[in-house]
T-cell receptor, first 113, second 112 residues
């Protein structure tokens, strides 16, 4: 039973390019959460999704960031026109229900050069 | 003031020592998580608590709902326990109850 799978593990993008981060939740989990960890800072909530629905995106920057969790396939966090300040570790977690236990992925470390 | 406060921020101890990391929160919660993160590594969920006490190997987590306080204890600490330990709460009060709100983490170093 594979855990939460995130890919890629490391992603390097030049300023202005697009970054696409993928998260496959654990089998049986229908709730996905994205968190960002800026260098030397704590984890911050970005977005909470269920299949085909964004439930809470209160932590998402208003521009350039979007997330989806389609009926089929992984959840995608998309960052358009990346800037140096987007360099961070992005973690995905999944749970089987609203009050279920969390399982975290290994994260994607984005570096913008 | 952060909704979740951890102490200490940094802790260095000798192998074998008993370790305590504290977490205080200011909102009503439905669950509290203790997480472990090694440098450059992923996040491992150690415990999820809503009341009482849990034990797993050398790790013990306790929570006092009335005092809004939780502790993580490590007995017979070992250098491989060196990591950042993060307290996170899921709140019924904070908007968006399903998300976690994190403490700043405690960086633990165990010297041999």
């Amino acid at each position: 039973n594979a855990g939460v799978m995130q890919n890629p593990r490391h992603l390097v993008r030049r300023r202005g390019q697009e970054a696409r981060l993928r998260c496959s939740p654990m089998k049986g989990h229908s709730h996905v959460y994205w968190y960002r960890q800026l260098p030397e800072e704590g984890l911050k909530f970005m977005v909470y999704l269920q299949k085909e629905n964004i439930i809470d995106e209160s932590g998402m920057p208003k521009e350039r960031f979007s997330a989806e969790f389609p009926k089929e396939g992984p959840s995608i966090l998309r960052i358009q026109q990346v800037v140096r300040g987007d360099s961070a570790a992005y973690f995905c977690a999944s749970s089987p229900a609203e009050r279920g236990g969390y399982t975290f992925g290994s994260g994607t470390r984005l570096t913008v050069v | 003031k952060n909704e979740v406060e951890q102490s200490p921020q940094n802790l260095t101890a000798q192998e074998g020592e008993f370790i305590t990391i504290n977490c205080s929160y200011s909102v009503g919660i439905s669950a509290l998580h203790w997480l472990q993160q090694h440098p450059g590594g992923g996040i491992v969920s150690l415990f999820m608590l809503s009341s009482g006490k849990k034990k797993h190997g050398r790790l013990i987590a306790t929570i006092n709902i009335q005092e809004k306080h939780s502790s993580l204890h490590i007995t017979a600490s070992h250098p491989r326990d060196s990591a950042v330990y993060i307290c996170a709460v899921r709140s019924d009060v904070i908007q968006g109850a399903q998300k976690l709100v994190f403490g700043q983490g405690t960086r633990l170093t165990i010297n041999p």
